[in-house]
């Protein structure tokens, strides 16, 4: 049974963007309305994320600013923000709006500017999303997030022998498919050895196990279940998932864990009737080559442990047993932070229709996606399926 | 029929706080879990508002960070940023929740330090402020939010003949109140003398018609209506309205109307059955003198034009018609401004339940909060009923 259905999609390409936000997000927006075939008009809300903005570009209280700017003023926005999980979280209540009965059709995305195009260089930037580790904890010592990634990872490494080549094939992999997405940041393929031969970051990772900077929008349009019969192309939404984690990560059990996803993805299946077994294939949140395949386990689509074997040998590649980032995903596809979440979901939703050509799942008819913040504190799954 | 009931309710004292965002929020969610007589395991969720500290206090993702300090790791927690309106916001989104069945128990609240406690002096603090006026067409023109309500509130003074001295009697009735209010961040009456007497911050603007910065939390549990009968002291949610309106300034046809906040009380209104008139008392958004007296005729309690001279005649006062402000709103109790919402849901609980001594609104069993954000962009207005 689904919750809702999405029935339109819209993003624009991540890359550099010198826009402003309302701008950057009425791309997305107008994508998504003319993609289901509706008005503006036609929307009762509008579920907007972003992270950001504030420290980037002293721009916050963007609801009716972006309402205004794509003619929606008048309708109810809220903005969300929980760092890199911002737009999934405005994905899930949207969704519980639409399901119980408070509106018929929203309006749902996000938008972020994360290069210098916000006048903000890339040291600068990487303080302001270090906000998101604790204030107290963590920020005095240093801690940004390549180290919160690095330091999740290594225990993962030190767990079952995960190896650096093998962390390399997951950015070989993402970028490999990105290279089929014309919306992705980077067009261009690597290569395990160039990974290897970039300069360290945060050990374990070098600089391409890392994903960009990126600016970008993303939305969908969100209908209720017994609507969506009267829309062209509907993808059921049928669970939703989130949980958070203790934090600081010193106050982690287990880090490499990231318990919050396996609570988040377990809800999210309950909700939808599968099992992980289900899950034809996977966005997940690749901000680090190790966060994916963190993830991968997390969400059930690979054995723990197995995440780094798995993608060395192609089997989550596209063509392998179920693809994890067919999108390109943060790696390659591009990280804008508010818009991550449901860029997610409008990969899902063209995936499932089989409109995205080459880099097309094949058969592909129950997709998950799996977006965190922070340290892993926050996470959001949510599964999607094909209309039957 | 109600919506939804608050259950518990509880807030820090308003004013200056040298004390992490989380200790501080988790100060009010502990009053409120204890006034409803609930452990955190019996919640489902936290719906959480915070406005500012990301560019305050280099402090995002707050959300896991509130639930790990108050024991409740492992809820799903959301934050909310909707400028001034931002915990009203996450109240409307729990009651939707509550509502729609996707929760049985849920923990809203907010909280924000505005102080130099921040490291942020007022200049600073006002210019971050101020990301909440449009980035491109009022920052640039050094356009702060005295200014904003400056322009609204001369627009009402040329429409209706609207004076200094009636603006002061505003100030002078919330301080009144105010001194009734234990947890208010001032304590001491003014008089319209000492108000005109004080310093011009924008014109028609003196220091004391400005509402301060504050440091505070609040907090209330809200439960879904069934289960409201087995607490001790529920109190109804009927109507939540949420509208938005144009932004900037320069593009609203009437701006000392605040659309928004007519379009929401109307939709609360709705929702509750009710109209206006059956409104005992108000909690308002007096940021400024001048903003209470728009939002006092906005929402119907006066009529159009004459929120200025039921404010100077006493009518508006505690023992007048119909009270606006017991608390002593923004303007003497204060506002922390991700805490304001729902510090006026706290009001209104504890004054509809009889509790709040000698600033009680005898009788009252019908009352509005009306939490605006920005430039009066965005508007959340909630009715809250004695349960029968």
Redesign the interface.
């Known amino acids: 049974m689904a919750r809702a259905a999405v029935v339109g999609a819209g993003m624009t390409k991540f890359g550099v963007h010198d826009t402003?936000?309302q701008e950057l997000f009425g791309e997305a927006a107008f994508d998504a309305v003319d993609d289901a075939g509706v008005e503006m008009r036609d929307l009762d809300a509008i579920y907007f994320g972003n992270?950001?903005s504030?420290?980037a570009?002293?721009?916050?209280?963007l609801?009716?600013?972006v309402?205004?700017h794509i003619g929606a003023?008048?309708?109810?926005?809220?903005?969300?923000?929980?760092?890199c999980a911002t737009s999934a979280?405005a994905f899930?209540?949207a969704v519980?709006?639409v399901?119980?009965?408070?509106h018929d059709a929203v309006l749902v995305g996000g938008v972020e500017r994360c290069t210098p195009e916000t006048g903000k260089d890339t040291p600068e930037m990487t303080?302001?999303f270090?906000?998101?580790?604790?204030?107290?904890y963590e920020?005095p010592a240093g801690l940004t997030f390549p180290g919160v990634f690095a330091l999740l990872t290594k225990r993962h490494m030190h767990e079952y022998g995960t190896t650096e080549e093998q962390l390399a094939s997951v950015a070989v992999k993402n970028h490999s498919h990105g290279r089929l997405n014309p919306r992705a940041h980077f067009g261009k393929e690597t290569t395990v050895e160039e990974v290897l031969d970039g300069p360290v970051v945060a050990d374990p990772f070098r600089l391409m196990d890392c994903c960009p900077f990126s600016d970008g929008a993303s939305a969908v349009v969100v209908v209720s279940d017994d609507l969506a019969d009267s829309y062209d192309a509907p993808v059921d939404v049928t669970g939703i998932g989130?949980?958070?984690?203790?934090?600081p990560i010193g106050?982690k059990a287990t880090p490499h864990v990231t318990q919050?996803a396996r609570?988040a993805a377990s809800e999210a299946y309950e909700q939808a009737g599968i099992t992980a077994d289900d899950v034809d294939f996977a966005e997940v949140h690749d901000c680090f080559t190790g966060a994916e395949v963190m993830a991968s386990e997390a969400i059930g689509l690979v054995p723990d442990g197995e995440g780094g074997t798995y993608a060395a040998e192609g089997r989550t590649s596209l063509g392998g047993d179920r693809p994890i980032n067919p999108s390109g995903g943060l790696k390659a596809k591009g990280h804008p932070i508010g818009a991550t979440g449901t860029a997610q979901v409008v990969e899902l939703t063209e995936q499932l229709r089989g409109t995205v050509g080459d880099r097309q799942v094949e058969g592909a008819d129950t997709a998950a996606a799996h977006n965190l913040?922070?340290d892993a504190?926050?996470t959001v799954v949510s599964v999607m399926e094909a209309r039957s």
Chains 1, 2 share one sequence.
């Open positions: 402003p936000l992270a950001m504030g420290q570009e002293n721009d916050t209280h609801g009716p600013k309402a205004s003023a008048g309708l109810p926005v809220q903005r969300f923000e929980d760092a979280n899930k209540n519980q709006a399901e119980g009965g408070t303080r302001i270090a906000s998101a580790s604790h204030r107290q920020q989130h949980a958070t984690d203790v934090t106050d919050a609570d913040g922070g504190a926050t």
